[in-house]
């Protein structure tokens, strides 16, 4: 079946400097690609996502790029504040059209200020 | 709008103990699911209800039941709890319409198992 392996487990930054978290999926018909964002104590939140007929999409301080072709995809953040300190997860659909999402095993980013 | 409720917060069980945690949605969603959270391991599915009326295993069903009361709600029943159990139960819901495969997630339930 579909698996998602997400990398690093832990990052930690300085204020101000960006940070990237990588996602590879193993199934090629995945075709939606959500990042979630867990603060402490709480459910995910979704914070970006990307469909497989688009390589880049922006959203203020974030982005998300995708390579179909190398089945991976990248969360990159800009100008780290200490509230982006969260658990970030990537996921990847199934092509089964229900709905279904696998995720990865989440990044703990910390934002040193 | 309330998005995605869960009860109760916070749970003790001893081990061969039986509980219910419910889940309800007001955003008229046709999907929703319930996830386990383990340390280093992300989300991982246990059960989902692609529509009223109809339910599927996800990845780790064991020793789990669930019921999609109607549209609305969606439980989950452990019939007699494990340490193994012991974990933080998500729900989550989606419209899966068209290209709306966006989950909304419910606070969590946070389940300990004696």
């Known amino acids: 079946g579909e698996n998602v392996e997400q990398h690093p487990s832990t990052l930690s930054v300085q204020e101000g400097d960006s940070a990237v978290i990588k996602c590879t999926y193993s199934?090629?018909?995945?075709?939606?690609f959500p990042w979630y964002k867990q603060e402490l104590g709480k459910g995910p939140q979704l914070i970006i996502d990307?469909?497989?007929?688009?390589g880049e999409k922006k959203d203020q301080r974030i982005a998300v790029t995708l390579n179909k072709t190398a089945k991976h995809f990248s969360l990159h953040i800009t100008e780290t504040q200490p509230e982006d300190s969260a658990v970030y997860f990537c996921?990847?659909?199934?092509?089964?059209?229900?709905?279904?999402?696998?995720f990865g095993q989440g990044t703990t980013l910390q934002v040193k200020p | 709008n309330a998005g995605v409720t869960q009860t109760p917060k916070f749970q003790v069980l001893k081990t061969g103990q039986s509980m219910t945690l419910q889940c309800a949605q007001d955003?008229?969603?046709?999907?929703m699911y319930w996830y386990r959270q383990d340390p280093g391991m992300g989300l991982r599915l246990i059960y989902y209800?692609?529509?009223?009326?109809?339910?599927d295993k996800g990845e780790v069903p064991n020793g789990y039941n669930v019921s999609r009361l109607n549209k609305r709600e969606f439980s989950l029943r452990l019939e007699s709890a494990a340490p193994s159990q012991t974990s933080v139960y998500f729900c989550?819901?989606?419209?899966?319409?068209?290209?709306?495969?966006?989950?909304?997630f419910g606070p969590g339930t946070r389940l300990l198992v004696l």
């Open positions: 955003m008229n969603h046709n999907s």
């Open positions: 209800s692609a529509s009223e009326g109809t339910t």
């Open positions: 996921a990847a659909s199934t092509p089964s059209n229900t709905g279904k999402l696998i």
């Open positions: 990307i469909r497989s007929n688009v």
């Open positions: 199934d090629s018909a995945s075709n939606y």
């Open positions: 989550a819901s989606s419209a899966r319409q068209g290209s709306q495969e966006t989950q909304y």
